[in-house]
């Protein structure tokens, strides 16, 4: 741990916040191992639900709509698009290696990916639906009521046969391979001498207090704006619209910087564009440090080796309506 | 042709508009070939493009948005959702074998599918930006300028080597190996003998004076509302709209058959959710015949047998913005 008595003294409090690491040698970032799924005719069936626009009220907006899997599994906008086109209150995090995350939305307030999955579909500013029609549709469509039939064994959908299967699907999305994992084992041409620069610098600067592990993040909540204060029109208030408490005001899940080239733009606004301009604020506003041009490029160029094989697999077809399956309304008032 | 001879006289204006057919043995049905792309690096560019919504104003509507390769190349909406939730003003039809429509929209003003490629990107109620502005997005992304490059071996990227692009990809769109397909080829196996009766009765009754060739449609422009008038709500004139001429009001593009099971809702306006309305109502209106209920299943039944074998590739991953990508403005008035 000798690599952290370099961090800024002003870092000391996220120190304190340190979760426990298991080094990759003597590293603070360990490489993600590809995935081999448990239960791949869940995984099958929770990729089309993924995919599947019937989930909400328009019959337009999908999951991948907003973790769009052609681009980082990300919308790269600054909030979402929901129902009617109403402005997202924050910005739609990347579903990629989202199984590592210790809690699923910026504010924790969802424990894991099953649980998540029940939000969106159910929220009136995002897909509008409710979790009993998006039950009874998929029980009026045959090709689903034989799959979930083959994977749950029930001719009866309930929702947790829904949230379980998109979970399982979402836990195959991570991302080995990356240019820095291959790095961590031993492929020391992987890097290039600015990339590693830009990874010591990382570490040196106290980045890695909160961007540890697999997900290089994912593991904490963590307040924005430790050293200065964050400016935003955002009025998302983090952990504390869980907790209720004033002390987590502002802490939010210090997002995975995997694929972070590809999840752009950044924070739970949206607010920084680019990598460089994350990178900046970061410093100043959470470790008190003042980047150099220089150094700030060598920290990019680290983190653009952050990304990974991306999931492939075929564009899922989808089971037709049947004649009894209620249409969408999305023009309905 | 002596199956025409049973045709009920009101349709013999449309036998008049009869397009030359290539029987495929005696029937005016042909089946479809798979098809062996001629520049595979123009599809797999299309590909891209046809799936990044970054063509889109807002960064969130792609062509796969309402011409959608999981649910039949089509969004199953009455009317698409367009640029900040803009109700359109006609169902969208698949982009399935659309290669073999005569002309390309439903009015037919897109001469071909490099035409009509251009016309969603720039059209105000859908992806509402513009050709030049579509071009310097591509131009700022590397992975793109690097892909064109390849492909088209420019390093200036035009709107005719995008649509050229989406052309090539869309041109691949065919879905051979219908049942309906294997039974024309002389596996008298692959429809059973209500399916077989059904396609009698779609010969008979003339439905196949419109519904022929490969496509089963997409060869002519006819009235709808033949015999009966066609009542809607739907402003949309058809051909007229193109010619000018009065003759050629509510002269709609045929739409092809081909998946039909997969592309409802039916009809310029979508008002026909399922195929048993469909059918029901081109009898009266185009032919002036009224089927039972035993006949109208048994026309659904062989409608179904033209499904064939859906588009199979891997979901596009696409390249990421630079820094110097200008951000999408989904919220801009």
Known sequence: MKKHVLLAASAAAVLAALPQLSLAGNEPIQPIQAIRAQNPGAVELGKKLFFDPRLSKSGFISCNSCHNLSMGGSDNLKTSIGHNWQQGPINSPTVLNSSMNLAQFWDGRAKDLQEQAGGPIANPGEMAFTHELAVDLLQSIPGYVAEFRKVFKTDKISINEVTSAIAAFEETLVTPNSRFDKWLKGDKKALNANEVAGYQLFKDSGCVACHNGKAVGGSSFQKMGLV???KTDNPAEGRAAVTGKDADRFNFKVPTLRNVEMTYPYFHDGAADTLAQAVDTMGRIQLGKKFAPDENAKVVAF???????QPS???????????STKRPTPFAK
Do not use: A, I
């Not at 983190?303 to 094989?309: F, P, Q, S, V």
């Not at 075929?314 to 037709?320: A, D, G, I």
């Open 313 to 323: 697999f075929k564009l899922p077809l989808l089971p037709p309506s049947s004649d």
């Open 303 to 309: 983190l653009k080796t952050l990304t990974g094989d």
């Open 228 to 230: 200065e204060p964050y």
